[in-house]
């Protein structure tokens, strides 16, 4: 069974940087990529980032690019999702993700990802 564990979440002052962590076990997580997603209240689960399997491939949402940066470690089984200039917009719950499918590629929905972690609250004060 595939467990995702998230850490890193808190109260953050606007301009401020976090990072979350995401340990994985249960699979070999070096065959998979990964996500990012968060959930604002009274919003939809909206995507954030992805990473493929080796870190050499990314993509981000269009309101995260050039602040957010995801990255890997497949030795320690960890994602990583480093959040610089964060905005009062960003305050969600954070879940990290992994994919039904093994390989090469990222996705974007929600529906290409079987396994979820418990969510981390991540608040950016203004």
């Known amino acids: 069974q595939v467990q995702l564990v998230e850490s890193g979440g808190g109260l953050v002052q606007a301009g401020g940087s976090l990072r979350l962590?995401?340990?994985a076990s249960g699979r070999t997580f070096s065959n998979y990529g990964m996500a990012w997603?968060?959930?604002a209240p009274g919003n939809e689960r909206d995507?954030?980032?992805t990473i493929n399997w080796n870190g050499g491939l990314t993509r981000y949402a269009e309101s995260v690019e050039g602040r957010f940066t995801i990255y890997r470690d497949n030795f320690?089984?960890?994602?990583?999702l480093q959040m610089n200039s964060l905005k009062p917009e960003d305050t969600a719950v954070y879940f990290c993700a992994a994919?039904?499918?093994?390989?090469n590629s990222v996705y974007n929905g929600q529906s290409?990802?079987?396994y979820w972690g418990?969510?981390?609250q991540v608040t950016v004060s203004s």
């Open 21 to 23: 962590s995401c340990a």
């Open 118 to 120: 418990q969510g981390t």
């Open 47 to 49: 995507f954030v980032a």
């Open 37 to 39: 997603f968060r959930q």
């Open 76 to 80: 320690k089984n960890t994602v990583y």
């Open 112 to 114: 290409d990802y079987r």
């Open 99 to 103: 994919p039904y499918a093994a390989g």
